[in-house]
């Protein structure tokens, strides 16, 4: 009964923290069985991420290395402070000799001094080399999305694809800066401080040692609740940046449509949802550092303890004398040991949220191309503009066609235009022309190439494609007319404007071709974007020109301009149309009627209304509305 009251204090302490261990241990068995959405997600384990990120660290090992020596000589002085301090405790206690004070107190500065410059020296080394690093993550998933189909891009929301690029390459940048050193380091000073203490009085560090299998059960079992809200704050980041990249840029349909109030709701919604996520993190890292701090406070009071209890009695403990130099020292040291490990704990946090990044990234960069050259494609340095389907069928969904076995064949420098209702499979010629998707059955071919045959980036530099909804980027006109055009003059740039009619206004506007463009050119009108889309084909001097319902959303004077333009750009080389207004497509060489994606009719407009089919139907019913809006 004596022993037990002597040792109440270590009782007390045992108590409290088996206590802890079995709470965590019935939340840790709570989150194993429980079924959330986040788990259901694609799991790549540590040991591949880490692989795979270090693939981008290779061409940098010698910085590393660099870094790794200047990080020993840091460590210099969390091993060797604990000493001098206990040493000059020992000075101050015996026989005080201010010199030797002087000599200990100007060792433990230069030590310092070392160690601070050294610190400094890891910062930039490893800032410098995390830029590089972070440049080339972000040119590789930018690079890749760039090769992805259009089928693959349409099922990707333009937020997430966002935060690949932009915010994910951040968090794995801050794991090559800080993380990966930081944790090379406390673990060399873990084990270094070990060391010391075992041969400064092994019985005290077989105390503190008594602490450590809590330490890495409760490690663990952060472990697994970190990775699982750092991967839910992930998702609740993408979804509001996937919400804002939608909603800000149909920001004019919400006003008309006065949905501000629902949409606002909507995004209230997903802020919270950030909110509980980010809140769900705090608290699971606030839980853990306070524990840590825990551990390491009863370790000190059981170093007290015991050494107080041994050096008040004149005893030795576990056979080893303890004076008050080494009570400083080993407090130093404790400090020392679990400073790291909280350290390590916030480390280990952003370790996982840089995880979580890296998976993310990787997700994309394993999303194979589905429309990729094979390893025979050619170049092709020129082009007539001869274009042939032969029995082509294709669908943007297993078993629902939307081609079936259309052939046709386009002559260099023939002007051919696609008619039918929607959905009959116009655009989708068009899109399969570019190889923007890859065909199920049948051939097509270019110049009598299979245009699978040909590289990608070859084939589409021939062709010049004007769409109904004109995109134009951030920056002026002479830039977004030239995109990927170098070396032109202004002169040229004129001479196409001219050639489509869009000199007049560009002539009219203050600074001319300098005039700045704002995000998507709204700051022009629908004709006066397509006239630039047409200038910016011309100048490209493509042999195959395609046409998309570029007249569908213009005023009839604007209308006059281009079909003047058309006029001209049919001399240029192979001309494809789709269009509704059947009174644009009148001079065509062939005019062919889509229905369900079959040709159902095909030849001149004269021919055609000669056949008295359903393209007679269709051009009499256009005739007779036109003829009703004039009256």
């Given at each position: 009964?004596?022993?037990?009251?002597?040792?109440l204090?270590?009782?007390?302490?045992g108590?409290?923290?088996?206590?802890?261990?079995?709470v965590f241990?019935?939340a840790?068995?709570?989150?194993?069985?429980?079924k959330?959405?986040?788990?259901?997600?694609r799991?790549?384990?540590?040991?591949?991420?880490?692989?795979?990120?270090m693939?981008?660290a290779?061409?940098?090992?010698?910085s590393f290395?660099?870094?790794f020596?200047v990080?020993?000589?840091s460590?210099?002085?969390?091993?060797?402070s604990?000493l001098l301090?206990?040493?000059?405790q020992?000075?101050?206690?015996?026989?005080?000799?201010?010199k030797?004070?002087?000599?200990?107190v100007?060792?433990y500065?230069?030590?310092?001094v070392?160690s601070?410059?050294?610190t400094?020296?890891q910062?930039?080394i490893?800032?410098?080399?995390?830029?590089?690093?972070?440049?080339q993550?972000?040119?590789?998933?930018?690079?890749?999305?760039?090769?992805?189909?259009?089928?693959?891009?349409?099922?990707?929301?333009?937020?997430?694809?966002?935060?690949?690029?932009?915010?994910?390459?951040?968090a794995?940048?801050?794991?090559f800066?800080?993380?990966?050193?930081?944790l090379a380091k406390n673990?060399m000073?873990?084990?270094g401080?070990l060391?010391?203490?075992l041969?400064?009085n092994?019985?005290?560090?077989l105390v503190v040692?008594?602490?450590v299998?809590?330490?890495?059960?409760?490690?663990?079992?952060?472990r697994?609740f970190?990775?699982r809200?750092?991967?839910q704050?992930?998702?609740?980041?993408?979804?509001?940046?996937?919400?804002?990249?939608?909603?800000?840029?149909?920001?004019?349909?919400?006003?008309?449509?006065?949905?501000?109030?629902?949409?606002?709701?909507?995004?209230?919604?997903r802020?919270?949802?950030l909110?509980k996520?980010?809140?769900?993190?705090?608290?699971?890292?606030g839980?853990?550092?306070p524990?840590?701090?825990?551990l390491f406070i009863?370790s000190n009071?059981?170093?007290?303890y015991?050494?107080?209890?041994?050096?008040?009695?004149?005893i030795?403990?576990?056979?080893?004398v303890i004076?008050?130099s080494?009570?400083?020292?080993f407090y130093?040291?404790?400090?020392?040991?679990f400073?790291?490990?909280q350290?390590?704990?916030?480390?280990?946090?952003m370790?996982?949220?840089?995880f979580?990044?890296a998976e993310?990234i990787f997700?994309?960069?394993?999303?194979?191309?589905?429309?990729?050259?094979?390893p025979?494609?050619?170049?092709?340095p020129?082009?007539r503009?001869?274009i042939?389907?032969?029995d082509?069928?294709?669908?943007y969904k297993?078993?629902?066609?939307?081609l079936?076995?259309?052939?046709f064949?386009?002559?260099?420098?023939?002007?051919?235009?696609?008619?039918g209702?929607?959905?009959?499979?116009?655009?989708?010629i068009?899109g399969?022309?570019c190889?923007?998707?890859?065909?199920?059955?049948?051939?097509?071919l270019i110049?009598?190439?299979?245009?699978?045959k040909?590289?990608?980036?070859?084939?589409r530099?021939h062709?010049?494609?004007?769409?109904?909804?004109?995109?134009l980027?951030?920056?002026?006109?002479?830039?977004n007319i030239l995109?990927?055009?170098e070396?032109?003059s202004d002169?040229e740039?004129?001479?196409?404007?001219?050639?489509?009619?869009?000199?007049?206004f560009?002539?009219?506007?203050?600074?001319g071709?300098?005039e700045?463009?704002?995000e998507?050119g709204?700051?022009f009108?629908?004709?006066?974007?397509?006239l630039?889309?047409?200038a910016?084909?011309?100048i490209?001097?493509?042999?195959?020109?395609?046409?998309?319902?570029a007249?569908a959303?213009i005023?009839t004077?604007t209308?006059?301009l281009?079909?003047?333009?058309?006029?001209k750009?049919?001399?240029?080389g192979?001309?494809?149309?789709?269009?509704?207004r059947l009174?644009?497509i009148?001079h065509?060489?062939n005019?062919?009627?889509?229905?369900?994606?079959e040709?159902?009719?095909?030849?001149?407009?004269?021919q055609l209304?000669?056949?008295?089919?359903?393209?007679?139907?269709?051009?009499?019913?256009?005739?007779?509305?036109?003829?009703?809006?004039?009256n």
């Open positions: 009964m004596t022993a037990m009251r002597e040792y204090p270590i009782w007390i302490v108590a409290i923290i088996g206590a802890f261990t079995i241990l019935l840790y068995g709570a989150l194993c069985k429980s959330d959405v986040s788990d259901q997600e799991h790549m384990p540590d040991g591949e991420i880490i692989r795979r990120l693939q981008y290779k061409p940098y090992w010698k290395v660099l870094v020596f990080m020993l000589c460590i210099l002085y969390d091993l060797m604990p301090v206990g040493r000059i020992g000075l101050i206690k015996d026989e005080f000799a201010l030797e004070l002087y000599g200990m100007g060792v500065a230069g030590i310092l070392v601070l410059v050294c400094y020296l910062a930039i490893l800032q410098k080399t995390g830029q590089k690093i972070l440049s993550i972000r040119l590789d998933v930018f690079t890749h999305i760039e090769g992805l189909s259009h089928d693959q891009l349409n099922n990707i929301p333009v937020g997430k694809l966002v935060t690949r690029v932009a915010n994910d390459p951040n794995i940048s801050y794991m800066t800080n993380i990966l050193v930081t673990t000073v873990i084990v401080v060391g010391a203490m041969m400064l092994y019985a005290l560090t040692l008594c602490f299998p809590f330490l890495v059960l409760f490690t663990i079992i952060f697994k970190s990775r809200v750092h991967r704050v992930n998702n609740a980041t993408t979804d509001i940046n996937t919400y804002l990249s939608e909603n800000l840029s149909g920001m004019k349909i919400i006003q008309i449509f006065n949905q501000e109030d629902r949409k606002l709701d909507d995004f209230l919604a802020s919270r949802a909110k996520a980010k809140f769900n993190r705090m608290f699971v890292f839980i853990f550092r524990i840590v701090y825990m009863s009071l059981c170093l007290f015991f050494g107080a209890k041994g050096y008040i009695k004149d030795r403990f576990f056979g080893q004076d008050s080494v009570l400083v020292s130093m040291y404790i400090s020392r040991f400073n790291p490990i350290t390590l704990a916030e480390q280990f946090d370790l996982q949220r840089s979580a990044a993310k997700t994309i960069l394993d999303m194979e191309p589905e429309v990729v050259d094979t025979e494609a050619i170049e092709l020129s082009l503009g001869e042939e389907f032969r082509v069928w294709f669908c297993p078993g629902e066609w939307v079936k076995g259309v052939s064949h386009v002559a260099p420098r023939q002007t051919v235009a696609f008619v209702a929607t959905g009959s499979g116009k655009t989708t068009l399969l022309i190889r923007n998707y890859e065909i199920q059955k049948g051939q097509i110049d009598g190439i299979d245009i699978r040909i590289k990608i980036s070859s084939l530099r062709f010049g494609q004007m769409l109904q909804d004109v995109f980027f951030s920056g002026d006109i002479r830039s995109l990927r055009k070396h032109v002169e740039v004129w001479e196409a404007c001219r050639y489509v009619n869009a000199d007049a560009i002539k009219k506007l203050p600074n071709l300098s700045a463009v704002r998507r709204n700051n009108s629908a004709g006066q974007r397509q630039l889309s047409f910016r084909t011309i490209h001097k493509p042999a195959v020109m395609i046409l998309d319902e007249t959303n005023d004077e209308e006059l281009i079909q003047d333009s058309l006029e750009m049919k001399n240029i192979t001309m494809l149309i789709v269009a509704h009174s644009t009148q065509a060489d005019i062919i009627l889509l229905s369900h994606g040709i159902v009719e095909q030849g001149s407009h004269a209304l000669g056949q008295k089919g359903r393209y007679y139907g269709l051009y009499t019913l256009q005739y007779h509305r036109q003829q009703l809006e004039r």
